[in-house]
């Protein structure tokens, strides 16, 4: 993919109607909601006996309750019937919602005010698994990436003009019938882009709708489950959540009671927080080249740590003036910059970290269960944000600050990192290669389409120098299992980052008898289960950049379990600092320029047509005169 691919996604009909249609919701919703706060706040209006401030509360709760009530019905719909003629039913339905919301603002009525936000939250539960199961649908692959965080940048952007619009035009003279009007105008136009989006077919017309939620709730959860890296990648999204909330519902009281800002310096530390949210999303296609790259996924939770942690030294103590700061005086204090560049750098990490687990989710799970699954993150979402409210108001209530509570936070987000990684070594070996690739390397690729997305198969090709499992792992979307030589798995250097990649050790007959047997019981185990297999025929790391006669254990490893088998070749790698041109590798200092890399893959091998003959032959011809 170019480095553009994801603006030019604007540009095509499969996307630009979904983007608008799903932006003008995002805003339409926040418009209406931060409008009715601010109504809430600033007048007399009472309800069931609650003051101003519990009913902003209960405002939330109230929008938050349907992700908990209808999700599970709202993704059986996305996974049963086309998801664009779905994204068209709810958009009509925001224009019913929002013109009873109309009536509510003249007459006054907060309580048919607060079932319009019901409504709309219910309308946002049906929307939340159709926006991101019909992506998958309509984008391939290498388009996810770019294509979420597109959406996700489109999303933040209108929670950003949505809530400063809604809080403005509200204090206008006829505040509430301007509201009235835009809010009826946006869903109109929101209806009317969503016509435009093409239709993607039924998914799973078969599927029969089950209306008992509690029970349905459960079973998507449980479904969710049964794919191990997809559930824990669910569990980081709603843990994004958890933070983000926390974060995004104390800079108000920050801005107002801890610094003593203005709305300006409101509008400035929320909207930092939105747009770097929006600018992580997108650099996640630059960053990762246009695939699903889950070593983004520690970088963005490293700087969740970092940064939550530095805005707490950086806040340092309660402004004890009595004076409003404006956003000129804020800005003229130089200490106050690191206080948006700590939220900068947070919302940017945030795009890093979710972008990726979303893509991940949606890529690892099966088209006909990928909104069922979508709406399972939404009720795990939902909960970690009411969790999340329970959480700041005990740590508040029992004195902490608000840059104290930020602090725990950043902590609480280690340990979690910390937790998940451990279950799931991969999103670390992912990030270590990613790392290394994006330090040392340049690598161009060729013929990486020819390796299946899913079921198990086995990768051979030539072996280079010590590196050579990074540069293929770093390239290949699908997660890959090394078959290495046990010393190699065993070594000081390199040996704990293989085992964290789940590598498989061998050794010959003659060296450990066992090692060996149980290599092979391994390798036919992953390849049974569908994962993907990479073995180095040669048996060693050539010594002299000439590829070795290929060995017999491809041969077994077919006989025992029949799957196609993709040749591909490293070139550029001799004689760098990890191969044993002149000796022995790792010796010296590392040489500059590096060298440029070229990972190739050739056409895919069916199960009756291998031999290491032929293997050899493929590899060498790949590979050509450049070592």
């Known amino acids: 993919m170019s480095d553009s691919s994801q603006f030019e996604l604007l540009t095509q009909r499969r996307y630009l109607p979904y983007f608008l249609t799903q932006f003008l919701g995002a805003f339409n919703d926040n418009f209406y909601k931060n409008a009715l706060i601010i109504m809430f706040s600033f007048s007399a209006m009472s309800i069931f006996g609650m003051g101003s401030d519990i009913l902003i509360n209960f405002a939330a ?67 939340g698994p159709v926006k991101y199961g019909y992506l998958p649908r309509v984008l391939n692959n290498n388009e996810l990436v770019g294509g979420n965080g597109m959406t996700d940048m489109g999303t933040f952007l209108a929670i950003l003009l949505g809530m400063i619009a809604g809080a403005q035009i509200i204090t206008f003279n006829e505040g509430p019938l301007y509201v009235s009007i835009l809010v009826i105008i946006f869903a109109i136009m929101g209806y009317l ?3 435009q989006i093409p239709k993607t077919g039924n998914s799973d017309p078969d599927l029969v709708l089950n209306y008992h939620l509690i029970s349905e709730t459960k079973k998507i959860i449980q479904y969710s489950k049964t794919n191990r890296t997809v559930f824990l990648s669910i569990i980081g999204v709603s843990w994004f959540w958890f933070y983000g909330s926390i974060l995004i519902t104390q800079i108000p009281n920050f801005t107002r009671n801890y610094i003593s800002g203005n709305e300006g ?35 963005g939770s490293i700087g969740l740590t970092v940064f939550g942690i530095d805005f707490y030294f950086s806040a340092g103590q309660p402004n004890s003036l009595d004076q409003i700061l404006t956003l000129s005086t804020f800005l003229s204090d130089t200490n106050n910059w690191w206080i948006v560049l700590d939220i900068f750098m947070i919302g940017l990490s945030a795009g ?112 280079i120098s010590f590196v050579d499992a990074l540069i293929i792992a770093g390239y290949i979307g699908r997660p890959v299992r090394f078959v290495m030589d046990h ?86 790698l001799w004689g760098s600092y990890f191969s044993r041109k002149g000796g022995k590798a790792f010796s010296g200092l590392p040489k500059f320029p590096v060298p440029k890399i070229e990972l190739i893959a050739g056409a895919l091998i069916l199960a009756d047509d291998v031999s290491s003959e032929r293997l050899f032959t493929e590899v060498s011809s790949l590979r050509g005169d450049k070592q």
């Open 265 to 299: 310096v409101f509008i400035l530390l929320m909207g930092t927080f939105t747009i770097s949210v929006g600018i992580g999303s997108l650099l996640c296609e630059k960053l990762s080249g246009g695939k699903i790259e889950i070593g983004l996924v520690p970088l």
């Open 61 to 127: 709760v109230l929008f938050i309750l349907p992700f908990f009530l209808f999700s599970s019905l709202a993704g059986q719909l996305a996974d049963k019937y086309d998801n664009a003629i779905l994204m068209q039913y709810v958009k009509l339905s925001e224009i019913v919602i929002m013109s009873i919301a109309a009536l509510g603002f003249y007459l006054q009525s907060p309580e048919l005010l607060l079932l319009i936000l019901f409504l709309m939250g219910t309308q946002s539960a049906f929307f």
């Open 487 to 572: 010393r190699i798995f065993n070594s000081a250097i390199l040996g704990p980052i293989f085992r964290m990649a789940k590598a498989i050790p061998i050794a010959s007959s003659k060296e450990n008898p066992e090692v060996k047997e149980a290599a092979f019981e391994s390798i036919a185990s992953a390849l049974s289960q569908g994962e993907l297999v990479c073995i180095f025929p040669e048996g060693k790391i050539t010594s002299d950049g000439h590829i070795s006669q290929f060995q017999r254990g491809i041969e077994q490893i077919i006989n025992t379990t029949a799957v196609p088998v993709i040749p591909m070749a490293i070139r550029g």
């Open 352 to 463: 890093f970290y979710f972008v990726p687990l979303y893509s991940l989710i949606q890529e690892r799970t099966k088209q006909s269960h990928i909104s069922r699954v979508i709406a399972a993150t939404n009720i795990i979402n939902s909960l970690f944000m009411v969790v999340a409210g329970i959480v700041a108001m005990i740590f508040l209530g029992i004195g902490l600050s608000i840059p104290q509570l930020i602090f725990v936070t950043a902590i609480m987000n280690l340990v979690i990192a910390i937790y998940i990684y451990r279950l799931i070594p991969e999103f670390l070996w992912r990030f270590i290669v990613w790392i290394a690739l994006h330090t040392i390397y340049t690598v161009r690729t060729s013929g990486l389409d020819n390796i299946p997305k899913r079921g198990g198969a086995v990768i051979v090709s030539n072996h």
């Open 193 to 195: 882009t969503s016509k």
